[in-house]
């Protein structure tokens, strides 16, 4: 599976934007995925992640509310919908997938996109 991330941008404060994550490959359906953000010097953090099926979904406490990940396994492309944007939320975006759903550390992951930056201004 490769992934492609797309979507990132410059944004206001209280703002939107929606992050897309492009698969390739026939498998894409048989993976969860997960979105994870990292800044500069820190460790990357998980975000939220969506079930193969797309039933089931999971958020880090920081993004819950705010944030929600759904998937169109017919394009093979999961999204990330952030509305209430804060400043704190700037950081370079990836998604990923993985063979079990609801997982939260980097080793979980098999497969990387490149990373999106989404920058929130105050």
């Known amino acids: 599976v490769q992934l492609q991330a797309f979507g990132g941008g410059l944004v206001q404060a209280g703002g939107s934007l929606r992050l897309s994550c492009a698969a390739s490959g026939s498998t894409f359906s048989r993976y969860a995925e997960g979105w994870f953000r990292q800044a500069p010097g820190k460790e990357r953090e998980f975000v939220a992640a969506?079930?193969?099926?797309?039933?089931?979904?999971y958020y880090a406490d920081s993004v819950k509310g705010r944030f929600t990940i759904s998937r169109d396994n017919a394009k093979n492309t999961v999204y990330l919908q952030m509305n209430s944007l804060k400043p704190e939320d700037t950081d370079v975006y990836y998604c990923?997938?993985?063979?079990?759903?609801?997982?939260?550390?980097?080793?979980?992951?098999?497969?990387w996109g490149q990373g999106t930056l989404v920058t929130v201004s105050s």
């Open positions: 990923a997938a993985s063979k079990v759903f609801g997982v939260t550390q980097t080793y979980e992951y098999d497969y």
């Open positions: 969506i079930s193969w099926s797309g039933d089931s979904t």
